[in-house]
């Protein structure tokens, strides 16, 4: 499977601020996904992210508030713009490798937000 | 409803000791089905996948009721390193690489 490094892997930030959180993944992939974990509960899927083409954002979800990049086939960056401490959460990458069937989804560690 | 439901548990269960989770599903049409386990702060990895056969891998067996829209988890001769979250996991039916997270349930193996 693949390797995926995200950083950072926590931070404690002032509201109004942003933060980009990045993903690097050690393979070629198409598809990488965001996903938000909000305390004690489980994983939302924020956005689709495919290079190439502009994310898709889930319901709920917008581009102005998390801004995502994905500039080639092994990296990207979300964002989390003008934050409020509802904004604290466990923000995760993941990634589907072409090929590998149920076994393709890889999810990065995690950054542990939290806004003060 | 829920897209994807789980009991939240925590189910609290001696080592040795058998243990099943279910799971519903809302939408008939999702075509993959998985289980992951959460261990406190890291990230989900993913357990096994759940085939229409059923599906044993060791201790851990996996069966799904399409007819039903139910999965379940069986685990059998727990041990204390089994104690995590167990999220139930649904490849949604509008996008075939989009999955949808159960809420988990939490066990906790005591000795």
């Known amino acids: 499977s693949a390797v995926i490094s995200q950083k950072p892997s926590r931070d404690i930030c002032q509201r109004g601020t942003s933060l980009t959180i990045q993903c690097q993944v050690d393979?070629?992939?198409?598809?990488m996904f965001w996903y938000r974990q909000q305390p004690g509960q489980s994983l939302t899927l924020i956005a689709t992210a495919n290079q190439g083409s502009e994310a898709t954002y889930e319901s709920g979800f917008v581009i102005d508030k998390f801004p995502i990049s994905r500039p080639n086939l092994t990296f990207s960056t979300l964002t989390v713009s003008n934050m409020s401490p509802e904004d604290s959460s466990i923000y995760l990458c993941s990634v589907l490798i072409p090929g590998q069937g149920n076994y393709g989804y890889t999810f990065g560690s995690g950054t542990r937000l939290t806004v003060v | 409803r829920k897209e994807v439901e789980q009991d939240p548990g925590p189910f609290n269960v001696p080592e040795g000791a058998t243990v099943a989770f279910n799971c519903t599903y809302s939408n008939s049409a999702s075509q993959s089905f998985f289980w992951y386990r959460q261990d406190c702060r890291k990230e989900p990895k993913l357990l096994m996948s759940?085939?229409?056969s059923g599906n044993e891998d060791g201790r851990f067996t996996a069966q799904l009721n399409r007819a039903s829209q139910y999965i379940s988890l069986l685990i059998r001769d727990s041990k204390l390193s089994d104690s995590a979250t167990y999220l139930c996991?649904?490849?949604?039916?509008?996008?075939?690489?989009?999955?949808?997270f159960g809420s988990g349930t939490r066990l906790l193996v005591r000795p």
């Open positions: 759940v085939y229409s």
């Open positions: 393979s070629q992939v198409t598809m």
């Open positions: 996991v649904v490849n949604w039916v509008d996008s075939s690489y989009k999955l949808i």
